[in-house]
C-alpha cells in the first residue's frame, strides 16, 4: 500500500539557518506529492505540492523536488524564520482511484531566534 | 472568504461517555472529510462525504462512531460510547470537489480519561 515515511523531530534550528526535512515514500503508479504545513492551534494548510517526476514545487521560500529515481519529496528554505517554527507533514495523494492523502507522521520544526 | 469551523475547540470526557463535533465546511464546498490525528502521527481519514452522501468510511469504527452530513452542509461526527484510545485532534475538512485542495479547520482536541 501506499505509505509516506518522514524524519523524526524535533528539528532545532536559529534562525537563517539552513532546513532540510526528509520525506521518501511508497506508492503504486505516479502519485502527487505535497507537504503541509499546521502552525500551533491552527488546522493544516497546503504548503506546496507536485504533481509529477522533476516537479519542483515551491511556495514561501520552501521548495522541494519530487524524485522519483530515489523516491523522494525533501523539503528545503534557505533561510529558516522563527515564524516558521511548526509542524511538517509530507503527503502523497494516488493517481486515480481515491484521491484521499496519506500522510507521514510529521517533523515539528523548531527556530531559534 | 470564511474558513472551516469547528466547535467546541476542546473536549474532556470520561470513558464511556459519548461527545458530538460540529463542522461548518467553507460556502460551496460538496466534499467534506473528518480525519483523527492521533499524538505523534498524521491524519487518518474517518469519513469522507461528497454533498450528504458518504463516499467512504472504511475506516470508520462503526461500532461506536458516527457521522452524517444532513443537507449537504455542515456535519457532526459523535463517538459513543467513547474509549481511552479515542483521544486525538478531530480534523474536518472541505474542498470544492474530491480532485481539489483540501482545507482544514482548526481541529477539536478530545482528551478521554
Known amino acids: 500500500g501506499n505509505s509516506v515515511t518522514q524524519m523524526e523531530g524535533p528539528v532545532t534550528l536559529s534562525e537563517e539557518a539552513f532546513l532540510t526535512i526528509n520525506c521518501t515514500y511508497t506508492?503504486?503508479?505516479?502519485?502527487?506529492l505535497f507537504w503541509y504545513v499546521q502552525y500551533p492551534g491552527e488546522g493544516l494548510q497546503l504548503l506546496l505540492k507536485?504533481?509529477?517526476?522533476?516537479d519542483k514545487g515551491s511556495n514561501k521560500g520552501f521548495e522541494a523536488t519530487y524524485r522519483k529515481e530515489t523516491t523522494s519529496f525533501h523539503l528545503e528554505k534557505g533561510s529558516v524564520q522563527v515564524s516558521d517554527s511548526a509542524v511538517y507533514f509530507c503527503?502523497?495523494?494516488?493517481?486515480?482511484?481515491?484521491?484521499?492523502?496519506?500522510f507521514g507522521r510529521g517533523t515539528s520544526l523548531i527556530v531559534h531566534p | 472568504e470564511a474558513g472551516v469551523a469547528q466547535s467546541p475547540r476542546y473536549k474532556i470526557i470520561e470513558k464511556r461517555q459519548s461527545v458530538a463535533f460540529w463542522c461548518n465546511p467553507i460556502?460551496?464546498?460538496?466534499?467534506l472529510y473528518w480525519y483523527q490525528q492521533i499524538l505523534g502521527q498524521g491524519p487518518k481519514l474517518l469519513i469522507q462525504?461528497?454533498?450528504?452522501?458518504?463516499?467512504?468510511d472504511s475506516q470508520l469504527p462503526k461500532d461506536r462512531f458516527s457521522a452524517e452530513r444532513l443537507k449537504g452542509v455542515d456535519s457532526t461526527l459523535k463517538i459513543q460510547p467513547a474509549k481511552l484510545e479515542d483521544s486525538a485532534v478531530y480534523l474536518c475538512?472541505?474542498?470544492?470537489?474530491?480532485?481539489?485542495?483540501?482545507?482544514f479547520g482548526p481541529g477539536t482536541r478530545l482528551t478521554v480519561t
Open positions: 475538512a472541505s474542498s470544492s470537489d474530491y480532485r481539489y485542495e483540501q482545507y
Open positions: 506508492a503504486t503508479g505516479y502519485p502527487s
Open positions: 507536485a504533481t509529477k517526476a522533476d
Open positions: 503527503a502523497l495523494r494516488r493517481a486515480g482511484g481515491s484521491y484521499i492523502p496519506t
Open positions: 460556502s460551496g464546498h460538496a466534499t
Open positions: 462525504f461528497q454533498n450528504n452522501g458518504v463516499v467512504d
